[in-house]
Structures are given as C-alpha cells and as structure tokens.
C-alpha cells in the first residue's frame, strides 16, 4: 500500500480507502447501496486496516447517519489506534425537517459537523468535506465556518466533494484573500467510463495542489466485468436496483471489452483493473472501495498490485479517451511551440 500526501497538507493517505456508504442502510436509496450491520461492517474495517488501507469515508446522510454511527463503532470494537487512521466525513444533505436543516451554511454546518462528532464517536474528523454545492449560501460564509471548525479543534482539514473547477477555484481564491483554512481535497467521480474529470477539474487541482479523492471508481458496479452488451440483465448487483451513476453504456461497454483481455493476461478481474488504471493517473491521490461482502473488498484491495505496461495503459486510454472539446485542443494547439522549448530543457 502507498501512501500519498492530501494536497498541500503534511496529511498521508493509503491510496485507497474504504468507504462507508454500504453501512447500515434501510429502505430508502441507501438500502439499495448496502444494508451492513454493525457485525459485517466490523470485519470489512478490519480486513481494510490489515491490508494497509489508513482512510475511512463516510457522510451524514449515508443511512440516515447510521453509517457514521457503525463506523465510530467498529473503530472502538476493533481498538484502532486513532492517531493511525484517518476519518473523513461530510456535511451539506438534509439531515431534518425545515429550510436550514441541509446545505452550506454556517446556521447548518457547524451543528451538522458536531452531530458527526456524537455519531462517530470522535473528538475531531480529520477531514470534513462539503458534500455538493449550495447556490443559497455565499462562499464565503461557508469558508469561515469550516474556519471555525478547525479553530475550535472540531476539525483538522477540510475538503470538497461534487463542485465545478470554477467554484473551486472561487473558494481558494477567497480562502487565500480571507486568510482562511483552504481546501485541501476534491471528492469526485471519476472512472475509466467516465473521464469528464479531465476537461477542467484535473488540470485546475494539478495547478492549485488539491488533492483527489475518487468516489464510484467502477461506476456503481458497471465495470465490475458483471455486465455484458448482450445480457446486460444478466447480473445481479447495486446497478441493477440503483442505476446511478450514469453511464454512457456504448461507450461503456467498449471500455470493458478492452479490459477484458488486459485483466485476463494479468490473472485478474476486470475490476482490479478498472481500479488499477485510477492509480496510475497522477492527479488521483486515493481511489474510495465500498463492498458488501469480505471478498468483494478483497478483490479491490489486490488492484494496488497490478501493474500496467505502457502499452496497456495507451489501449485503455484510446478506447475510453474523452472528445476535444474547445478550448481544450485550442490551448493544445497554441501551446504545442511553447512545451517543446520545456521539454528541450530536461
């Protein structure tokens, strides 16, 4: 297991990290993504800190907070040393009744934060992440209160998850003006199916040392080697009950196709090596693994040992590779002169 650095923060990360959301779901959306009880999720975390894995991922809406509460619990059932392990959590969804019981603002965020502080069981979370963007609160008063929170000790870094390049960069601006605690990560989808990521977001967290955390690396299931274009119905699985998030399926299934062989000249599952592509993109500084059952954690974990040639990294790339869009291959092409001349200096 490697360990990279969060952003511009002396933090380290296990380059993948397990996430939470298949934690104590009932009959609502959750349940659809995972049920586990307090028992089954107990042996998922211990099989994940055994394998080298330091990064726990949940959120206050992830069954209701009853995955915040089964996480703090399996750090105490399994004695898990705090200062060893790494918990992220996330505030912004609706968490009561009533117009300011969701979103960014400060009246909500602070008593979201402290109401993850009593369910996890933890005198602090070391990174607290907006969930997805609010058009109600103004930035900046977003920005202070994670300030506060990090003043007050409630919280050690802070991070964001499901906003654009340009409000990100808005925030960092205002968070360097203001003197405040900036981001220091991005929570994003982001899969070999789905690389809309590249456009904006990647260079921007590239250029401003934010780092990346990747949520639904196959796609809800969909690249897990399960479907098929002929019988797509054939498997069983969370993309059935739940189809989220979408996917282009033509393009999608042409990206599987061409993971088949690759997985099958390493000996592995097209799953390993759908995980394997995310960690060799430099922007990715952990890939987030849920599971439901102890080998299906397993078989991810295994991906940190697949090694891809640069021959099979170029297949993977032309197959899945996004479309030049404006002012992508415009910059591409005004900037091709000016790259040559760096690249002559190395």
């Not at 089954?40 to 099989?47: H, K, M, N, P, Y």
């Not at 078989?299 to 990294?313: H, P, Q, T």
Request: include cysteine; hydrophobic fraction near 40%; glycine fraction near 12%.
């Amino acid at each position: 297991m490697r360990y990279n650095q969060l952003g511009r923060t002396g933090l380290f990360v296990s380059e993948l990290c397990l996430g939470a959301m298949t934690f104590g779901g009932g009959d609502d959306m959750w349940g659809k993504i995972g049920q586990l009880g307090q028992e089954e999720a107990d042996a998922l975390v211990r099989g994940a800190i055994e394998s080298g894995v330091n990064f726990i991922d949940t959120a206050d809406v992830y069954g209701g907070g009853r995955s915040e509460e089964i996480t703090g619990q399996a750090i105490r059932n399994l004695g898990l040393k705090r200062d060893e392990i790494v918990v992220a959590t996330k505030g912004f969804g609706q968490t009561g009744e009533g117009p300011n019981a969701r979103g960014n603002s400060r009246y909500h965020l602070i008593d979201a934060c402290k109401a993850s502080l009593q369910r996890l069981q933890l005198d602090h979370i070391d990174l607290y992440q907006i969930h997805g963007f609010d058009p109600a609160t103004p930035i900046e008063e977003t920005l202070r209160a994670l300030d506060t929170l990090v003043q007050h000790g409630h919280v050690r870094y802070v991070g964001v998850s499901n906003w654009a390049a340009w409000q990100i960069i808005k925030a960092l601006g205002i968070s360097e003006r203001l003197g405040l605690h900036r981001f220091a990560s991005l929570q994003a989808y982001y899969t070999i199916a789905g690389r809309e990521l590249e456009r904006e977001i990647v260079p921007m967290l590239r250029s401003e040392d934010v780092g990346l955390m990747v949520w639904s690396p196959l796609a809800g299931g969909f690249l897990s080697g399960k479907y098929t274009r002929d019988d797509e119905a054939s498997a069983n699985g969370r993309r059935v009950a739940f189809d989220f998030p979408p996917v282009d399926r033509d393009r999608g299934y042409g990206v599987i196709e061409a993971m088949r062989p690759i997985a099958a000249a390493h000996g592995v599952s097209v799953a390993q090596i759908a995980l394997a592509w995310l960690l060799h993109q430099p922007a990715v500084t952990s890939v987030i693994i849920g599971a439901k059952r102890p080998e299906q954690l397993g078989d991810n974990l295994a991906a940190i040992k697949v090694r891809l040639s640069g021959a099979e990294l170029e297949t993977l790339d032309a197959v899945s590779r996004i479309p030049a869009e404006y002012p992508g291959w415009m910059l591409e092409r005004q900037g091709e002169y000016r790259r040559g001349l760096i690249d002559q200096r190395r």
